[in-house]
Nanobody, 115 residues
Framework: QVQLLESGGGLVQPGGSLRLSCATS????????MAWYRQAPGKEREFVAA???????TYLDSVQGRFTISRDNAKNTVFLQMNSLKPEDTAVYYC?????????WGQGTQVTVSS
């Protein structure tokens, strides 16, 4: 069964850090470029960061220098280290293939940045 399971979200103060994890199952994910996306209340889902199977990365301009995407191919897991968090980073965060097929979306993990 193909599955994506996000975890690691929570409530954090501005300036704080969180590390998100995405456990993947199914061989389709092992060689695919993977990405994190987010959806804030009242807004459309947007791309945040992507990593290829060999570790090349790309980022949304507003998170460049604060977020780091990585993957552990042996453990079929994708990570998003988020530092210097801002209230505008508040959203549900999802991982998926890049570009994302509709059938693969998981439940996401909520990140709330608030004092």
């Amino acid at each position: 069964q193909v599955q994506l399971l996000e975890s690691g979200g929570g409530l954090v103060q501005p300036g704080g850090s969180l590390r998100l994890s995405c456990a993947t199952s199914g061989s389709i994910f092992r060689a695919a470029p993977m990405a994190w996306y987010r959806q804030a209340p009242g807004k459309e889902r947007e791309f945040v960061a992507a990593v290829t199977s060999i570790g090349s990365t790309t980022y949304l301009d507003s998170v460049q220098g604060r977020f780091t995407i990585s993957r552990d191919n042996a453990k079929n897991t994708v990570f998003l280290q988020m530092n210097s968090l801002k209230p505008e980073d508040t959203a549900v965060y999802y991982c998926n293939i890049f570009p994302p097929p509709e059938w693969a979306w998981g439940q996401g993990t909520q990140v709330t940045v608030s004092s």
